[in-house]
């Protein structure tokens, strides 16, 4: 089982294969709301935040919209303890890759030692 990391190089070779333009058009708060929310959260879990009125103004721009989620499923969300956040759900990808190094849309933590040990341990069916 080859194991792929999602970084800045496999981003770029996926963009090759795909005869595509590397990283998103769309990667701002002003032209995208998966964007906005994903940047507007991390403020929560450790990042700096966006300056309170340019939050204000972008929550209010974005939420008038029908690309806004209609419902929590669809919303961008960080879930776990409050000061040590471990799920990070319909992240924006370009923002995961700025602040976590992989494009990833969804993130999650391991939840203690014995599921880190468990997921280290060699594959029994692919024979790593």
Request: glycine share 4%; hydrophobic share 35%.
């Amino acid at each position: 089982m080859v194991i792929e990391m999602p970084d800045l190089d496999w981003y770029l070779a996926k963009s090759r294969v795909n005869t595509v333009k590397p990283r998103c058009p769309y990667a701002a708060a002003d032209r995208c709301p998966r964007f906005y929310q994903s940047l507007s959260l991390l403020g929560k879990a450790g990042s700096t935040s966006i300056d309170r009125d340019e939050n204000d103004r972008l929550l209010k721009k974005w939420s008038a919209t029908d690309l806004w989620p209609l419902t929590g499923e669809q919303a961008t969300a960080i879930a776990g303890p409050k000061d040590e956040p471990k799920h990070f759900i319909n992240f924006c990808p370009e923002v995961s890759f700025e602040r976590f190094g992989v494009f990833a849309s969804q993130l999650n933590r391991y939840a203690d030692e014995i599921d880190i040990d468990h997921a280290h341990l060699p594959c029994r069916t692919c024979r790593n």
